[in-house]
C-alpha cells in the first residue's frame, strides 16, 4: 500500500461522508433562520460545499485511476469500511450531481430574487441534492432505500413551491402517489435481496452473486419490483401524466428534475444488475415498458408545438432508451445515456428563453425525398457492412446494431438542399463514426460499469427490442413518405396526444386528489380531459 496516497485517500472519504450530513445541515438551519443576511450566507456556502463536493469526488477519481494502474491506495477497502462504494459509477455520478447542482444553485440564486417561493427553495433543494449524494456514495442497501423515499419526500416540497396553483398542487400528488408505490417497490426489493444473500452489505452481495444467484424465485421477483420502480421514477407510460404537469414548477426545479432526479431508475439498475441473476424478468419489463414509452415519446415529441411539452415528452423517451438499453444488457451505453441526457436537459431548461427562440427559427430545406433516402440507405448499409464485419463493436447484440443502424439512416435523412457532394459524402460519413464512435465511449467507459457477462441476447429479449426498433421506424416513415396519406393524417392525430396512455392514471388520480380536498372541486384539468396530452401542431 502506497502510503503517500493513503495520505490523500482518507481525507477524500471523509469528505464524501460528510459532504451529505452537512448539507443537510445546512438545510435544517435555512429553514429554520429566515433573515436576509443569514439567507444571503447559507446560498454562498451552499455553493462552497457544493464545490468542494466536486473537488472531494475529483480527487477519489485520480486515487481510484492510481490504484488500478500505478499502486495500491487501499481506497476501496477503507471506502467499504466506511460504509462508502467510492467506484467508477459513484465518482461519475457524484460529479454530475455536484456540478449540476452548482449550476442550477447559481442560476436559481438570480432566478428567484424577490419571489415568495425563494426562502423554501434552498432548503428542500440541499435535502434533495443530500438525499441523491447519499444513494450514490453508500454501499448498504438500506441506507440506499432510505435515500431513494428521501429524494421523493423532498423533491415533493420543491414541486409544491407555488402551491396556490391547482396544476402544480395536481402534479405534485401523482408525483406522490407514484414515488410511494415505487417507493414500496424499492424497500421490498431490497428486502427480497437481502432474504437471498443474508447481507445489506453490497460488495458482499456482488462477491456471492456467481455462486447463489442462479435459479432464485428472491431474486426474479426483486428483479421486477426494482424495474417497476425504475419505471415510475423515469415516468414511463401510463405513469407519465406528472411529467407534463410539473411544468409549473419554477425552473430550478425542472432543471433538477429533468436532468438529475429522474435518472435515478437508471442508476439503481447500474448499481443492482450485478446482484441478479443475468437476464431477470426485471429485464423484460424494462425491455417492453421502455422501448414502448421511448416510442411513444419519440413520436409524440416532434408533434408538439409547445416548447415546455416537447421537452418533458424527450424527457419520457430518453429514459425509455436508457431503460431500454439497460433491459438488453447494455449497460455502458445506458450510463453514457444517462450523463448525456443529464447534461443536455440542465442545459436545455437553464437556458429555456434562448430554446424557445430557437424554436421560432425556420428549418432549413431539406433535399427532396428520393435523395434524402438514397443518401440515407447508402450510409446505413455501410454501417450495416461494418458491424457485419465486426460484430465485437456493439458486443454481438442485433437490437444494439439496428438502433445503431436506424441513427445512421436518421441522421442523413435531413440531408439539406443545395449541397455539393463533397458535402454528402461529408455529412454521411459524420453520420457512419456513430458506430467507432460509440467503440471508442464504450472502451473508455466501459471499465465503470461493473465487470458482466457480455453473453448474447436471449430470443425474447431479441424479439422485443427489434419490435420496438422496426415499430418506431416503421411509423416515422409512415409519417415522412406519405404525410397527407389517410393512415399518416390519423397516426398524425393519435401521437399528438401521446395515444392517450396518460389517461386512466390522470383520470384515477384527479378524481381522488379532488375527494381528498388537494384541489378546488372544478380545476383547468378537469374541465378538459386532454390538457394536459400536449399542444400538438
Excluded at 392514471?505 to 386528489?513: G, S, V
Aim: charge should be positive; proline fraction near 5%; aromatic fraction near 10%.
Amino acid at each position: 500500500m502506497n502510503d503517500l496516497a493513503t495520505v490523500f485517500s482518507m481525507p477524500a472519504l471523509l469528505a464524501w461522508l460528510l459532504l451529505p450530513v452537512s448539507l443537510l445541515l445546512l438545510a435544517g438551519f435555512t429553514g429554520w433562520q429566515s433573515s436576509t443576511r443569514t439567507t444571503g450566507l447559507s446560498w454562498r456556502l451552499a455553493s462552497r460545499l457544493l464545490a468542494l463536493s466536486i473537488g472531494a469526488t475529483a480527487l477519489i477519481g485520480v486515487l481510484l485511476v492510481v490504484d488500478a494502474w500505478i499502486a495500491d491506495t487501499g481506497l476501496p477497502e477503507m471506502g467499504h469500511r466506511l460504509g462508502l462504494q467510492p467506484d467508477g459509477l459513484a465518482v461519475w455520478m457524484a460529479l454530475m450531481v455536484g456540478f449540476i447542482g452548482w449550476i442550477i444553485l447559481r442560476y436559481a440564486d438570480t432566478y428567484l430574487q424577490g419571489d415568495p417561493a425563494r426562502h423554501r427553495f434552498l432548503p428542500w433543494f440541499l435535502t434533495t441534492l443530500a438525499s441523491v449524494l447519499l444513494l450514490v456514495f453508500t454501499n448498504n442497501l438500506l441506507v440506499l432505500a432510505g435515500a431513494w423515499v428521501g429524494v421523493s419526500l423532498a423533491l415533493h416540497h420543491l414541486l409544491t413551491l407555488y402551491h396556490d396553483r391547482p396544476e402544480a398542487r395536481l402534479a405534485a400528488f401523482q408525483k406522490f402517489i407514484v414515488s410511494r408505490i415505487g417507493d414500496i417497490c424499492v424497500m421490498t426489493g431490497v428486502w427480497l435481496l437481502y432474504r437471498h444473500y443474508g447481507t445489506f452489505d453490497l460488495p458482499a452481495m456482488v462477491a456471492s452473486a456467481g455462486d447463489t444467484a442462479q435459479g432464485s424465485t428472491h431474486l426474479e421477483i426483486a428483479s421486477v419490483l426494482l424495474a417497476v420502480a425504475a419505471l415510475l421514477k423515469c415516468a414511463q407510460v401510463p405513469f407519465h401524466g406528472w411529467l407534463l404537469r410539473v411544468m409549473e414548477a419554477p425552473t430550478p426545479v425542472s432543471a433538477l428534475l429533468h436532468a438529475g432526479v429522474i435518472n435515478l431508475g437508471g442508476f439503481l439498475w447500474l448499481r443492482l444488475f450485478p446482484v441478479l441473476d443475468g437476464f431477470s424478468p426485471g429485464h423484460v419489463v424494462l425491455l417492453a415498458v421502455g422501448g414502448l414509452t421511448a416510442v411513444v415519446g419519440v413520436l409524440t415529441m416532434m408533434s408538439q408545438a409547445s416548447v415546455k411539452h416537447a421537452l418533458a415528452w424527450s424527457t419520457s423517451a430518453q429514459m425509455g432508451f436508457m431503460l431500454f438499453e439497460i433491459g438488453m444488457g447494455a449497460y455502458t451505453l445506458a450510463f453514457l445515456h444517462l450523463l448525456a441526457h443529464s447534461l443536455y436537459k440542465a442545459h436545455s431548461f437553464l437556458a429555456s428563453g434562448r430554446t424557445v427562440s430557437a424554436s421560432r427559427v425556420a428549418p432549413f430545406a431539406t433535399a427532396d425525398i428520393r435523395s434524402r433516402l438514397a443518401w440515407s440507405a447508402a450510409a446505413a448499409g455501410f454501417g450495416l457492412a461494418l458491424l457485419w464485419l465486426n460484430p465485437g463493436l456493439v458486443e454481438n447484440n442485433p437490437v444494439l446494431g439496428a438502433m445503431l443502424i436506424l441513427a445512421i439512416f436518421g441522421s442523413v435523412l435531413g440531408l439539406p438542399a443545395g449541397i455539393r457532394l463533397r458535402q454528402k459524402l461529408l455529412l454521411g460519413g459524420l453520420a457512419v463514426s456513430l458506430i467507432p464512435i460509440y467503440g471508442l465511449a464504450h472502451w473508455l467507459l466501459g471499465p465503470v460499469v461493473a465487470p458482466h457477462s457480455t453473453g448474447p441476447l436471449p430470443l425474447a429479449g431479441v424479439v422485443i427490442g427489434l419490435l420496438m426498433v422496426g415499430t418506431l421506424a416503421l411509423v416515422s416513415l409512415i409519417l415522412l413518405l406519405n404525410p397527407q396519406s389517410r393512415i399518416a393524417r390519423t397516426l398524425r392525430f393519435h401521437v399528438g396526444y401521446g395515444f392517450y396512455l396518460m389517461l386512466p392514471f390522470d383520470h384515477l388520480t384527479t378524481r381522488l386528489a379532488n375527494s381528498l380536498a388537494w384541489l378546488q372541486p372544478a380545476t383547468a384539468a378537469s374541465k378538459n380531459d386532454l390538457s394536459i396530452l400536449g399542444d400538438k401542431s
